[in-house]
């Protein structure tokens, strides 16, 4: 065996030249990978400018989604007011043709839209999990099958076939909104879920599991998901920019509740009643910039995730190192 | 600073006797910029290559040695930067040269050879249709010329010129490195670069392309910079041999003086920490923990947490390169012309030489 | 003579090669019969393409054999069926990986995978008890302070330390063979002997024996006390250590051990450096798969395939040309 020399020890790097008795309480099972996910995540957009930004408009969002009435007074659906009312004191952004206050509409309008930006993100991407990192990991006829019924709905156009649907049901309430914008649009993630599963699958550490003798399910939501905790979270803010566009698309096109309130209603009701041709310019304005705002904090909140997945976009405060000759 | 003439050292072909170093390398330093401030990834590194020399330069991962190889090749990209020194190729320095003047160094007088030939080489294009890239690119118009010339290169490292038709990846993994060094001599250029060309070989594949290499230097007399992490590989093809740690010379000389009379502990431990398959089975120590994190800078000698032979001066004072009979060692135990105690020190742990 | 531990009997697998159509099949590894006894380092040395991670993936029931058998402690290994079985042989035979950076989730603590193994391989163990196993583990390979190096990620640790990391936890489920697949090869040279001296730690003081599969014969010399050379698919050279190093019996055993870079001994370059590479396996025909590299070979080597003969005893080469009685001669 080796001998030390002048009392450097070989074992491991650590100073000590034993071990040192070990304390007794077990440190538990380690912190879960989710809350430390969770504090990379927090950090990633903190650095980020543009993922703060974004972070920071989505927050206001939900603060209004969460808390509508604190902030418009008026009922949304009530005709109680004068039609056509320019912007005022009493209606910040007017009245429409009906006579409702605009204002209120946009506040109480953005609930719904949320509503259905987050659960139809979080399902679509669930489905997109389940099917793309299942196939790549089972592999064979599995991989085979699940990576056909992907690719066949992939090529089908979505929104086309969103209005397809929609129609077919006869116009939507919400939840029908939700369910079509999910079904027609997990595949996309599921294939890009399913090519980082698939260069995952080599790992060393994926056949370290198998034979310590872990069972194939433990292996994929144990071991392959969360080191892909990055990846998951941008697509689910891709999810949830596409859902709004597409569920405010179709209930501008008429297909979703009409009495629902929320921003594409608005821009519906803008549209049949002529709003940029009569002079009532907000009221298609409005709602318009609002989907443009809450897309585009869902697409800048994606800038942080982008770097945690590939480093070398990120963009270093660098101290400055003076380049000779 | 002056570079080291051993007494013993054999003059290497395309002597001395000519008119300077091909090289000449002076307290070169690159730094990274980093979140926490510039790193110094190579620190004052200086020596001078003759033509036809072969030097060997030897470290571990962290070392500097690489990024040492791509500041002399002026192939650095952000966020490394050199931040001081120069780089002196046929006389003219090349820090800070632009682009436009460097392509007409490039590959014409000084090549380079990278550690994979499978990142290096496009694996999309044959290999004759590479040479003809790299041919092009330097002026070389006419067809007869260039598929000449690269049927020669080709036979010059042992392959069969039917492959310049062959893509990357119907090669073996040691045709592949040749393929790389027959690219690097397409215009016989005074100096190659060598970047770990051999570790992704098998050990037979490794010493003939090292043979290889060997034997096309005597023939053309081009000077080489072999870059590695395994001594035992340079010890038998190279004339002088610098050891690195932590972005610094630790040790530099004549490759059979450092590998008889290793002096710094350093490269004592990394001498010891090759076993050998002749002779006794000794039980051997490596060297204890790991290689220092260079952006914590501290006082004193970075290998002093893992030095054996540590004293109390070594936390406290940088310790600066100093000669000892034909080698140059940044250790304070040779400080002050202290040659014969620390000599003898060395002799003691068990890898005495001729002493 | 005793049964030995772990031991295979024409062990074969090839893979199918091409497209549906081309019904070519790559031999990798063919006709192994090779034992590894107890509370020893058996050392499998080859060059790549030998089908040394082959036999390591067949032996960790990764790959199953095309054909031939593993025998584990007298029993065969296809009679392996319930996952209990299998889950019990998996901690008697447990795998340490090559690639210290890809072999540990990033996600998890260094504990993580070392208290699973004690989870799914010692279930009577408390929480407490596993958290106690697992320090023992740790410091037994050299890892100290234990309590504080289980709370790291893998991201804070050294590739060495993260290898030693891989024999702890093939240590915690009690095994009797750890398959080590080129553990040392993408380590610092420094660090290897420490990697190295830790399986030796591991065959005198734990009793456990280690197959340690490599490229480098230096290495293989120092750890181990057998060593068997594979070409391409075949063993060509088995036996202890010092008796295969001193009198090679097999030609490609004197090539390779020429070729090994040696400082402290003198260089003999000559003229004709072999420039062959090993074969990739496909369709071969029956003969010494080392005749056209092989400066000995005679007629008898292209057309017969030869076994594995015991020359000297304990001392076996796959060649027709070897002899008993003096060294083989093929290259210096």
């Known amino acids: 065996m080796s001998m030390p020399i002048s009392g450097v020890s070989t074992a491991g790097p650590a100073g000590p030249a034993g071990p040192e008795p070990a304390t007794g309480a077990p440190a538990g099972p380690a912190a879960p990978p989710a809350t430390r996910a969770l504090s990379r995540m927090a950090r990633a957009v903190r650095s980020n400018r543009k993922a703060t930004v974004g972070a920071v408009l989505l927050g206001i969002f939900i603060l209004v989604g969460l808390f509508p009435g604190l902030i418009a007074h008026d009922n949304p659906n009530a005709d109680a007011y004068a039609p056509r009312l320019g912007i005022s004191t009493a209606h910040l952004l007017g009245t429409t043709a009906y006579g409702q206050d605009m204002f209120a509409q946009v506040i109480w309008g953005t609930r719904n839209v949320l509503i259905i930006a987050f659960v139809a993100g979080l399902a679509t991407t669930g489905i997109a999990v389940l099917v793309g990192v299942a196939a790549a990991y089972l592999g064979g006829l599995w991989d085979g099958s699940l990576s056909l019924f992907t690719d066949v709905l992939l090529v089908i156009p979505i929104f086309p076939l969103l209005i397809v649907i929609a129609a077919y049901l006869h116009g939507g309430t919400t939840i029908v909104l939700i369910l079509v914008i999910t079904v027609t649009s997990w595949s996309y993630t599921a294939r890009q879920l399913r090519s980082q599963a698939l260069s995952l699958r080599n790992r060393d550490f994926l056949a370290a599991a198998r034979v310590r003798g872990e069972r194939r399910l433990y292996i994929i939501v144990v071991e392959v998901i969360p080191t892909m905790t990055s990846l998951l979270v941008a697509c689910f803010l891709t999810n949830a920019l596409y859902a709004v566009l597409f569920a405010s698309s179709l209930q501008f096109i008429g297909l979703g509740d009409p009495n629902t309130v929320s921003w594409g209603t608005m821009l519906y009701w803008a549209q049949n009643n002529a709003a940029l041709q009569t002079g009532q310019p907000m009221w298609a304005i409005a709602p318009g910039a609002c989907i443009a705002v809450l897309g585009a904090a869902f697409a800048l909140l994606n800038y942080a995730f982008d770097e945690i997945g590939n480093p070398a976009l990120r963009s270093v405060r660098r101290t400055r190192v003076k380049r000779a000759g | 600073m002056s570079s080291v003439r051993a007494d013993a050292d054999p003059q290497p072909p395309g002597a001395r006797g000519q008119a300077g170093p091909v090289l000449a390398v002076r307290d070169l330093s690159v730094a990274y910029a980093m979140d926490r401030g510039a790193v110094l990834a190579v620190d004052r590194v200086s020596f001078e290559l003759y033509p036809g020399e072969f030097l060997g330069i030897v470290g571990e991962s962290g070392c500097g040695k690489s990024t040492l190889l791509f500041a002399i090749a002026q192939l650095l990209a952000s966020p490394a930067a050199v931040i001081g020194g120069s780089v002196d190729f046929k006389g003219v320095n090349l820090v800070g040269m632009t682009d436009s003047r460097l392509t007409a160094v490039r590959w014409r007088d000084m090549s380079v050879v990278m550690q994979s030939a499978m990142n290096a080489l496009n694996p999309v294009k044959s290999i004759g249709s590479q040479f003809k890239d790299a041919m092009k690119a330097h002026g070389v118009t006419s067809a007869d010329e260039i598929a000449g010339r690269s049927a020669e290169v080709l036979r010059m490292v042992g392959i069969d010129p039917v492959h310049l038709k062959s893509f990357p990846h119907q090669l073996s993994g040691g045709m592949r490195q040749r393929s790389m060094i027959a690219m690097a001599l397409l215009f016989t250029p005074d100096l190659v670069i060598m970047d770990e060309p051999t570790s992704a070989l098998d050990v037979v594949a490794q010493r003939s392309l090292m043979v290889q290499i060997k034997n096309l230097q005597a023939e053309l007399g081009f000077a080489v910079i072999f870059v590695t992490h395994d001594m035992s590989l340079v010890s038998h093809f190279s004339q002088r041999l610098m050891v690195m740690y932590a972005g610094q010379v630790a040790e530099w000389g004549a490759t059979r003086s450092v590998f008889d009379t290793p002096r710094h502990p350093y490269s004592i431990g990394l001498m010891d920490a090759f076993p050998s398959i002749k002779g006794e089975r000794v039980p051997l120590t490596g060297i204890p923990g790991r290689p220092p994190d260079l952006s914590r800078r501290q006082q004193g000698c970075w290998f002093a947490p893992r030095c054996p032979q540590v004293m109390a001066v070594c936390t406290e004072t940088n310790p600066d390169l100093y000669p000892v009979r034909d080698a140059l060692v940044r250790c304070l135990l040779y400080a002050a012309g202290a040659d014969g105690a620390g000599a003898d020190r060395a002799g003691a742990d068990g890898k005495a030489g001729g002493d | ?332």
Request: hydrophobic share 40%.
């Open chain 3, 1 to 332: 003579m005793d049964e030995p531990l772990l031991r295979t009997d024409r062990l074969t697998r090839h893979f199918k090669i091409g497209s549906a159509l081309s019904r070519r099949t790559l031999h990798a590894v063919d006709d192994v019969s090779m034992a590894i006894g107890a509370r020893e380092i058996v050392a499998l040395a080859g060059e790549s393409g030998s089908g040394k991670t082959t036999i390591a993936r067949l032996l960790a029931k990764l790959y199953q054999p095309t054909s031939g058998e593993i025998y584990f402690a007298g029993r065969p290994l296809s009679s392996i069926r319930s996952r209990t079985d299998l889950l019990r042989y998996r901690g008697e035979v447990p795998v340490v990986f090559q690639d210290p950076f890809s072999a540990t989730n990033p996600v998890f603590r260094a504990s993580h995978g070392i208290l699973r193994a004690l989870t799914l391989h010692r279930p009577e163990l408390s929480r407490q008890q596993r958290y106690d196993e697992a320090q023992r583990a740790f410091e037994a390979v050299g890892l100290a302070p234990a309590a504080e190096i289980m709370q790291r990620y893998p991201h804070e640790l050294s590739g060495g330390q993260r290898q030693r990391v891989g024999f702890a936890q093939a240590l915690a489920m009690r095994p009797k063979l750890i398959l080590a697949d080129e553990p040392v090869s993408m380590l610092d040279v420094s660090i290897r002997i420490g990697l190295l001296n830790v399986m030796a730690d591991l065959r005198d003081k734990q009793g456990v024996s280690v197959l340690y599969i490599t490229h480098d014969i230096a290495s293989a010399r120092y750890v181990a006390d057998r060593l068997i050379v594979m070409y391409a698919g075949h063993i060509a050279e088995a036996g202890p250590v010092e008796e295969v190093l001193a009198r090679p019996r097999h030609p490609y055993t004197q090539l390779l051990l020429s070729a090994v870079p040696d400082p402290r001994a003198e260089l003999h370059v000559t003229e004709e450096t072999d420039k062959g590479e090993p074969p990739r396996v496909i369709d071969p025909t029956p003969g010494c798969r080392f005749r056209w590299r092989c400066p000995l070979a005679i007629d008898e080597c292209h057309s017969v395939t030869p076994p594995l003969r015991e020359l000297v005893p304990g001392h076996s080469a796959a060649c027709h040309v070897a002899r008993a009685d003096a060294a083989t001669v093929a290259f210096r």
